[in-house]
């Protein structure tokens, strides 16, 4: 997981925020006890100058320090004693965190808090625009059993549904493998057999275990980059944020590869796209409806080179699932 350093701030920012909440509760909370108690400002004041003997007497005097510290204590049992007799709880004046582990400050130590892991894959979740369909699509939801084992498909060699077990093996592996090789995915077919929904299945695994996955269509695509190139209303850190994001994700996903108005324009920002996705490593899921000849006509030379010496190619086969299941309904 990579987090970049205005993600990252965001995050700490959020956790700044909570503590500020619950600094700013507290005086509230402080400020009505001593109002309705004044007795209760003695004794804060009785503390106060006793933890600081406390402090002078540990430096040399062990038997001062420890009555010092018995009086504190003593204190204190006063001064929970006074906030029950006046209908508050003993703690009303604790601070109250969301997280007691960590005080709201995301780290045990140096080490992150199980809340700020759970942060990040909120946060990640919030920007990949999947949170909903990942409810629905993922690999519990999936079923062999909309892919037909009655016929052999004959490009494949394979039923659709012994080709889809197949493709599972290579997905799960390209998952489990995915902090320690780098690997891309081109996955063709025609509509309806499940490109989208296989994809939508990885972008949930690698979201849970904490990955920045950002999901696109081809339109959504190349709409950012066009924004990108031309958009002049936008300063260049709002541009630049946008497009490193895109650029830098741990996994990028294009849905519907060839959807788009083809021209000049979206052939070369999908081939700077993608190559600088390779060229630093990053992984590219493609899915498209468009045959091998589709996409060496569609896009330039290079692009198809790209794509076919890079990705590892899976063709989806079977019927289209939607359409079956509109019927049935």
Known sequence: MELTNSQYEQLMNYYYQQQMKSKHELEEKTKQVRQNIPEYIQLEKQIYQLSVDYAKARLSHTQIAQNLQEQIHSITGQKEKLLR????PPDYLQPVYRCPDCKDTGYIGDKKCHCFEKQIIHFLYERSNLREILAR???????????PDDYIEETTGQTPRDNMKKILNTVRDFISHFDNTFANLLLYGNTGVGKTFLTNCIAKELLDSSHTVVYLTSLQLFDILETYKFDRDLSYSEKDAKISYLLDSELLIIDDLGTELNN???SSQLYRCIDTRLNHHR??????????????EQYSERIFSRLTSNYTLLKLTGDDIRLKKAIQQ
């Not at 699509?137 to 999936?142: A, D, T, V, W, Y």
């Open 85 to 88: 007799d006046h209908g508050y």
């Open 137 to 147: 699509e993922n690999f519990g939801q999936f079923d062999l059993l909309v892919y």
């Open 264 to 266: 000049s324009f979206t």
């Open 283 to 296: 992984s590219t899921i493609i899915s498209t409806n468009l045959s091998f000849d589709d996409l060496r």
